[in-house]
C-alpha cells in the first residue's frame, strides 16, 4: 500500500517501512506524528484520489533525527560590472520512518 502525501509545500509518496527527509518538522526524536494531508491512497488497482485531500485518511509517521543537507554554492555574477557573490545554504530537514497508512 502507498500513500501521496504532503508535507512543507511538497508532495511525496510514501510506502510502509520507507524513511524520507521532509523539511524541518518540530517534534522530538521519537516521537510519533500524524500527517493528515494525503492527497492519494492506492493498493494494486484500488486507488483513492482525494480532492484534494482523501477523507479520513492518515499516515503515522515516527521522527528518526534532524539534520542539515549538504551545502549548496550561490554564486551570482554580473558580467563588465564587477559584481561577484558568493553564499552557500543547507537547509534543515527531518528524517521520519512511515509507520502505518491508514
Known amino acids: 500500500m502507498y500513500a501521496v ?6 508532495q511525496y509518496r510514501v510506502a510502509v517501512g520507507q524513511k524520507l527527509k521532509v523539511e524541518q518538522i518540530p517534534a522530538e526524536v521519537g516521537a510519533e506524528i500524524a500527517l493528515d494531508q494525503v ?3 492506492g493498493e494494486g488497482e484500488n486507488v483513492k484520489i ?5 477523507a479520513g485518511a492518515v499516515v503515522k509517521c515516527t521522527v528518526v533525527s534532524h539534520g ?3 551545502k549548496i554554492r550561490v554564486f551570482k555574477m554580473r558580467r563588465r560590472k564587477h559584481y561577484r557573490k558568493h553564499q ?3 537547509q534543515n530537514y527531518t528524517e521520519l520512518r512511515v509507520d502505518a497508512i491508514v
Do not use: A, E, Q, Y
Not at 502525501?5 to 511538497?10: A, D, E, N, S, V
Open 5 to 10: 502525501i504532503k508535507t512543507g509545500g511538497k
Open 39 to 41: 492527497l492519494m491512497t
Open 50 to 54: 482525494g480532492s484534494p485531500l482523501v
Open 68 to 70: 542539515r543537507h549538504d
Open 88 to 90: 552557500g545554504h543547507r
